[in-house]
């Protein structure tokens, strides 16, 4: 697939920490970050661009941003650092759902599931109508030599059932690997071994 010239990948830094927010936001809606809103959100792009073991990419097509892909070494050491760091914030994105007992449970089941510090391919977005153009391939390809750079022979992506993100996974080469239930879904846990 011939992937449009003019889309450019940059690294994510604290000054398109917002663009990336963005995509994410108007394109994912599932996982913890996204139930606990948009200002922790914010805070958690915070965290990857100042942790030393984690890094992100942010497409763009001139100063739109069409998509973002993150990721870490160690995804319990991002969180934690997310969680302690923020706990106000934390506690501001679960107040407003005192009301929706379920998903209060589900929030509070989510913040205490106990991840190991693997290596993480945390959220690839492309915005709706930049889908199936190559981007989201450039983006992988990307994360996947980066990770080899650092030696890492292994890692991990987790998406709900039913999102039919797994196929472009499968087609990447990634295979399933587990499922645990969270948010009440089956999250699938697929991950990407070097040959
Ligand atoms: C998954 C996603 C990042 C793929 O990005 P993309 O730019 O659309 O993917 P590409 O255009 O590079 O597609 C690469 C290949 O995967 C296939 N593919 C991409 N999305 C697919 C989908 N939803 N279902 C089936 N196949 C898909 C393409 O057909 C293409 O196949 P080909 O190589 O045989 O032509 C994008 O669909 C997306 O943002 N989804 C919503 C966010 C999400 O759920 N992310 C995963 C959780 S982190």
Not at 29 to 37: A, H, R
Not at 75 to 97: A, C, D, E, F
Not at 139 to 167: H, M, S, W, Y
Not at 175 to 188: A, L
């Amino acid at each position: 697939m011939k992937v449009d010239k003019r889309v450019k990948s940059i690294p994510l830094t604290k000054e398109n920490i917002n663009g990336a927010v963005r995509v994410h936001f108007n394109n994912l809606q599932e996982g913890l970050i996204f139930e606990l809103g948009e200002a922790l959100a914010t805070h958690f792009y915070q965290e990857i661009v100042r942790d030393s073991d984690s890094w992100g990419y942010l497409a763009v097509v001139g100063h739109s941003e069409v998509g973002i892909v993150v990721c870490t070494l160690n995804v319990k050491k991002v969180s934690t650092l997310l969680y302690r760091k923020n706990l106000i914030q934390v506690v501001k994105g679960v107040l407003p759902r005192l009301l929706q007992p379920t998903l209060l449970k589900h929030i509070l089941e989510a913040l205490t599931i106990k991840k190991g510090g693997i290596p993480t391919l945390l959220f690839l977005v492309m915005g709706e109508n930049q889908r199936g153009k190559g981007i989201g391939s450039v983006l992988i390809d990307t994360i996947i030599k980066d990770f080899q750079l650092r030696g890492v022979r292994k890692f991990i992506v987790e998406l709900n059932e039913g999102n039919p993100a797994e196929e472009f996974y499968k087609k990447k080469g990634f295979t399933f690997k587990s499922c645990y239930k969270v948010f009440g879904k089956n999250r699938r846990v697929l991950e990407y071994e070097y040959q």
